[in-house]
């Protein structure tokens, strides 16, 4: 639990993540273990995958194809917190209404943290 909330204070989420915080420390623990062979490997026998670890609280622009005309926005702007068990889907707080959703189209700005030096926290609900 002290490398969850060491994760959730290096990214400043609100504490009404920590279901998503616990779900993606836990994700990462299988793949990445301090002994060999990783628990992941012993179960799976192959090497996990790690570039899909990506920096929990970071900015992420989930892409749409949902666009009308050639210069309207192609993406929505997020924050990761989290991965689904489904091959590479990601789970993301959208900035727009702050609910989580899934995706596999995102663009990760792993350097940029925005909520890390927000002062107050934003509650959210989740649309899962």
Request: net charge positive.
């Amino acid at each position: 639990m002290d490398k969850s909330r060491t994760l959730m204070n290096d990214a400043g989420l609100p504490k009404e993540l920590w279901v998503e915080l616990v779900n993606t420390s836990n994700f990462v623990k299988v793949r990445i273990s301090e002994k060999e062979p990783s628990p992941y490997k012993t179960l799976f026998n192959a090497k996990p995958n790690l570039n899909q670890i990506k920096c929990f609280g970071c900015r992420a622009y989930v892409t749409s194809n949902a666009y009308k005309k050639k210069l309207d926005r192609r993406s929505e702007i997020g924050v990761f917190v989290g991965y689904e068990q489904e091959f590479e889907v990601y789970r993301i707080l959208m900035d727009k209404n702050q609910t989580v959703i899934k995706s596999r189209d995102v663009h990760f700005i792993q350097d940029e943290l925005p909520y890390k030096d927000a002062s107050k926290e934003k509650s959210y609900q989740s649309s899962l």
